[in-house]
């Protein structure tokens, strides 16, 4: 089947620290890649996405690779700010077994707490 | 902004009620997907329209039904609610429904069963 998975947080990083967010993906066919941000009491916004294997994402000063070898697409960013705390969703768009559309299959989210 | 809008914002009922949720897509955006976020669950795909024609469907349940109508705005009801419909309801949408587009979300309608 088709499923995400992201390490799980709360991450909490001090102001200007190094982000990773792990994620990894199962997936039929070959699926876009994004990464979602959600800020509280929000809906989700698009940070970036890649579309083929090697396509770099980035927006913001945060990056993703996709690599297909390893089926992952880890966030980074060099320096993070407090206002970058927030709930990170890494996520994978596919076409269901049998329909015509698509759909976006979400990992269960990371919290990233930055302090001053 | 995502252009996105929906309503209404917040939602409270009893169980047995039935429930209408609205959302109108990006102006120019063809295709609008319903998504379900709880604690428990996370977020999970319910269906997606595509110029007022079903296209996917998740793990909606039969209690669920959606539609979208010839201006494109759709509409989730959501009948027989159970406490464990509590959620948090995204419509989102995008422009041709293709799996390397952005879909844009909208705020949310948060419905809560007492």
């Known amino acids: 089947g088709n499923s995400v998975t992201q390490m799980e947080g709360p991450v909490t990083l001090s102001e200007e620290a190094f982000l990773t967010i792990n994620c990894t993906y199962t997936?039929?066919?070959?699926?876009?890649l994004f990464w979602y941000v959600q800020y509280p009491g929000e809906g989700l916004q698009l940070l970036l996405k890649?579309?083929?294997?090697?396509d770099k994402g980035s927006n913001k000063g945060f990056e993703a690779t996709y690599r297909k070898e390893t089926t992952s697409f880890h966030l980074e960013k060099g320096s993070v700010q407090v206002s970058d705390s927030a709930v990170y969703f890494c996520?994978?768009?596919?076409?269901?077994?049998?329909?015509?559309?698509?759909?976006?299959?979400f990992g269960a989210g990371t919290i990233l707490r930055v302090k001053s | 902004d995502s252009g996105v809008t929906q309503t209404p914002k917040h939602l409270i009922t009893a169980t047995g009620q039935r429930v209408t949720l609205r959302c109108s897509p990006r102006?120019?955006?063809?295709?609008v997907y319903w998504y379900q976020q709880s604690l428990d669950q996370g977020l999970q795909f319910l269906i997606q329209?595509?110029?007022?024609?079903?296209?996917a469907k998740g793990n909606i349940l039969e209690r669920f039904s959606a539609q979208q109508f010839p201006d494109l705005h759709s509409e989730l009801n959501l009948s027989s609610l159970e406490l464990g419909d509590s959620a948090l309801y995204f419509c989102?949408?995008?422009?041709?429904?293709?799996?390397?587009?952005?879909?844009?979300f909208g705020p949310g309608t948060r419905l809560l069963v007492l």
């Open positions: 989102a949408s995008s422009e041709y429904g293709q799996i390397q587009e952005t879909q844009y």
């Open positions: 997936a039929t066919g070959y699926p876009s």
């Open positions: 890649a579309t083929k294997a090697d």
């Open positions: 996520a994978l768009s596919i076409t269901p077994d049998g329909e015509y559309g698509n759909k976006l299959v």
């Open positions: 102006s120019g955006d063809l295709s």
């Open positions: 329209y595509y110029n007022g024609e079903e296209r």
